[in-house]
């Protein structure tokens, strides 16, 4: 059972432009909400979180938008640059199963400069 | 601090063998979670371990175990490999209790190739 659904699979865009990607669940028992960025030949690391008592939250050039009735979030990259081309990734926990993640499917995000 | 480190980096084993698989966890974390990342896919949660037990396990048949050393140190076990196992094996490890939602933090990942 896919429980996090990610788009798009891969996703383009010019320097400066904006990068949108989107992820939906399932299970209304997930109450944290974190992006991964991967690079090729590295690990996940941690680029934003939110928890679904918020709507939105900002981090630089990142923000997630949470919308809890439509269980759905999104990231958006604003000016986005040639050194965020990686692979990123929602993920979806829920507060019964410790530090356990649920991922979604990945977008790889290519910025040509 | 080294973060979270994994060995070996790279390993190829044939159908049938067993592998073992390495983790240290950043300093001052106490879990241990171990993933496996399929190519082009998302991580996929197989276990997870805190003080030294088993904690939370995901999808994945009795052939994938682990344990937690004193030292919070873990290893994951595949016996009878089998060509699907080839991945890349992501360690995560975090503070419990900590109020920050455990975040975690992975190393670079053991690449395993079955041939």
């Known amino acids: 059972q896919q429980q996090v659904k990610q788009s798009p699979q891969s996703l383009i865009v010019q320097k400066g432009g904006i990068s949108i990607i989107n992820c939906a669940y399932e299970?209304?028992?997930?109450?944290?909400f974190p992006w991964y960025q991967q690079f090729p030949g590295k690990g996940p690391a941690l680029l934003i979180a939110?928890?679904?008592?918020?709507s939105e939250k900002k981090e630089g050039r990142f923000t997630i938008s949470f919308n809890k009735s439509a269980k759905q979030f999104s990231l958006h990259i604003m000016d986005s640059q040639p050194g965020d081309s990686a692979t990123y990734f929602c993920?979806?926990?829920?507060?019964?199963?410790?530090?356990?993640?649920?991922f979604g499917e990945g977008t790889q995000l290519t910025v040509n400069p | 601090d080294a973060g979270v480190t994994q060995s070996p980096t790279h390993l190829i084993k044939t159908r049938g063998q067993q592998v073992t698989l390495r983790c240290s966890p950043k300093s001052g974390h106490d879990t241990v979670s171990w993933y496996q990342q399929a190519l082009g896919q998302g991580p996929q949660f197989i276990f997870q371990y805190y003080e030294e037990e088993e904690r939370q396990r995901g999808n994945f048949p009795d052939r994938f175990s682990g344990h937690q050393f004193p030292n919070y140190s873990s290893e994951l076990n595949v016996n009878a490999l089998l060509l699907g196992d080839s991945a890349l094996y992501l360690c995560?490890?975090?503070?419990?209790?900590?109020?920050?939602?455990?975040?975690?933090?992975f190393g670079p990942g053991t690449r395993l190739t079955v041939l």
């Open positions: 939110i928890r679904p008592d918020v």
């Open positions: 993920a979806a926990r829920k507060e019964t199963s410790g530090s356990r993640l649920t």
């Open positions: 299970n209304t028992a997930f109450d944290y």
């Open positions: 995560a490890s975090s503070e419990t209790g900590t109020g920050n939602y455990n975040e975690q933090f």
